[in-house]
């Protein structure tokens, strides 16, 4: 099981990453925009920097919505660093890209995927992961994990290589519960990942140890 981060904030990747847990990193526009990150070459740096800050998997994704657009964004994505994952979007033109990127060699990511019917065709057209929202559908009053759970199931029943990056993750709760679903791969914002750590009983008994420990070596 992997564990991505979904940011493109240099200092929470490197947090992440000197945890010793990371694997890989997902962006995306709103993310590149949320780091004040402007222009296709300030955006390609960024993105070489962030695979020598990882050494694993990270997503790019692209900004064209028409085959051919996606093409040569994804490609020139793809020569920026040997880790990089071209993202592309669950459409008819996206789902044609997929095609081409996989028959060249080329590792994607397809995302915003809301359907088991959409993870499908993602992974006949030899998606590397298909990324069902979690959080997204939970907003709606549907059942993001359980998505998760269907995908997972249904990839696995067919036997297609494709993983499963459970995204938009909004808590560890999340992170649990995708886990439970036999998810490939999390990707979630480093809140949510530290917060896996939380639980009273660690912090009570740790504070018993040490305070068992002070007693007994206390001086006389
Ligand atoms: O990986 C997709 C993710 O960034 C979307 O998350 O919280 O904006 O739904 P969110």
Known sequence: ????????????????????????????????????????????????????LVGGDVSAEVIATDYNGMIEEGTILAGLDPHIVVKVPCTTD????????????????CTLIFSTGQALLAAKAGATYVSPFVGRL????E???ALVGNIVEMLRYYDFPTQVLAASIRNSHHIVQCVDMGTDVV????????????HPLTDAGLARFLEDYRKNNEKN
């Open 94 to 109: 996206g789902i044609k890209a997929l095609r081409y990127f996989s028959d060249k060699g080329i590792r994607t990511n």
């Open 187 to 198: 990707t979630c914002p480093l809140e949510a990942i530290k917060g896996l750590l939380n």
């Open 143 to 145: 059942d993001g994990v």
């Open 1 to 52: 099981m992997k564990f991505f981060i979904d940011t493109a904030n240099l200092d929470q990747i490197r947090e992440a990453y000197e945890m010793g847990i990371l694997d890989g990193v997902t962006t995306n526009p709103s993310l590149m925009a949320k780091e004040g990150i402007k222009g296709v070459q300030n955006q390609h740096e960024h993105y070489i920097r962030i695979c020598q």
């Open 138 to 141: 939970d907003d709606i009053g």
